[in-house]
């Protein structure tokens, strides 16, 4: 199973821009969250749908090295020991962005672009290209802790300066970790906040955090100072939502990370899931708070479209469950892995964008 091309993984870094993971408590487990942006195509390209594919892939498959960077020809094949579903593009169609396996093991890429990758070892540790680590990590692991022992001890991950990613990888027993590569350098965060976006590095996020303390959610009170005027007492809140006045509101990578995180934080601490259901239900709609429609975002000097929600996905590690839709179909699609009927060594393919718009017509039986 060869992964892509040069060609193909430059322009799938180049263009992708923007993304936002969480995670949703709920006692039947996590729900995981994303939300996957994408732009900068040609003026050829920028029309089409781009093409995503949700992939299938069996244990014991066999993943060549990926000769997408110079560094990268040092990198290693290896054969996969879990059978995986997730969403893949380029010409090859095999690039994993993201994925869960039938362990539970859940893992996406986000665009950083102030990765730094290690250099390849020549002896000892398995050398790893930066744009198959989603796939080695979902086809060869069962827990966050056998990958993060993995990454340690065992590979180098490795990679050109000017590819950039960083990665969220959750799993069943409720663990969660951030892992990227910062001057050459691993860097894994526990990441208790259970939220991740893009650049700055993970840490910036998380003391972006204290500027925000303000947010929450009780009524606001100010008659210690209020004032008797001509249109009634003055300052007083008479309209809800003021609460979370302030919270960012634009699309950049450190506003989606505040906003998901205060969001997802509140309700879950005033209105906790009771069910597998309700956190569907509240992940969803945190992922339409992050939503991106096409043509509002600032392109940068050479790109030829905007970047906007090419698709958003949940994961459910206690289950093995994978839901997905995309920009023109917004109705859940689901695969549960446990009952798949996957083939050793292969893997199927479908695409994404399905030509559906995902409305049902029930005017026949209202």
């Not at 093409?51 to 290693?76: D, M, R």
């Not at 009524?219 to 209020?226: D, G, P």
């Amino acid at each position: 199973m060869k992964s892509l091309c040069a060609v193909s993984c430059a322009v799938l870094v180049a263009v992708s821009e923007g993304c936002t993971y969480f995670t949703v408590d709920t006692p039947q487990g996590e729900v995981v969250g994303r939300s996957m942006e994408f732009g900068g195509l040609s003026p050829k390209e920028k029309d089409e749908p781009v093409p995503w594919y949700v992939i299938k892939t069996g244990k014991n498959s066999i993943f060549e090295h990926n000769e997408v960077a110079k560094q990268c020809e040092l990198s290693h094949d290896w054969k996969g020991k879990y059978s995986h579903v997730g969403i893949a593009g380029g010409p090859d169609k095999q690039q994993l962005n993201e994925a869960i396996n039938t362990e539970g093991l859940s893992v996406q890429s986000h665009t950083l672009r102030l990765s730094q990758y290690q250099k390849p070892n020549t002896t000892g540790t398995k050398n790893i290209c930066f744009n198959n680590l989603a796939t080695y990590i979902v086809s060869s692991f069962a827990s966050v802790a056998e990958v993060s022992a993995a990454l340690k001890n065992d590979v180098s991950v490795i990679g050109e300066s000017g590819t950039f990613f960083h990665w969220a990888v959750t799993d069943k027993y409720h663990q969660a970790i951030v892992i990227e590569y910062v001057n050459g350098q691993l860097n894994i965060h526990n990441n208790t906040v259970r939220v991740m976006t893009n650049d700055p590095h993970f840490d910036f996020h998380l003391q972006n955090l204290n500027q925000y303390v303000w947010i929450g959610t009780s009524w606001s009170n100010q008659t210690a100072i209020s004032v008797d005027s001509e249109i009634g007492v003055v300052p007083k809140q008479i309209s809800h939502g003021i609460n979370l006045g302030g919270i960012p509101g634009d699309i950049s990578p450190p506003s989606r990370f505040v906003k998901a995180f205060y969001l997802k934080q509140y309700s879950q601490l005033n209105v906790a899931p009771e069910s597998l259901s309700e956190g569907i239900v509240l992940a969803t709609s945190i992922l339409n708070t992050v939503f991106i429609p096409k043509g509002v975002v600032g392109m940068k000097p050479g790109d030829m479209s905007y970047d906007f929600t090419e698709f958003s996905t949940l994961k459910i590690p206690s289950k093995a469950q994978f839901y997905f839709k995309s920009y023109h179909n917004n109705q859940w699609r689901m695969i549960d892995l446990s009952k798949y009927a996957f083939e050793d060594g292969k893997s199927s393919l479908d695409a994404l964008n399905d030509g559906e718009s995902g409305i049902k017509d029930v005017t026949a039986d209202m």
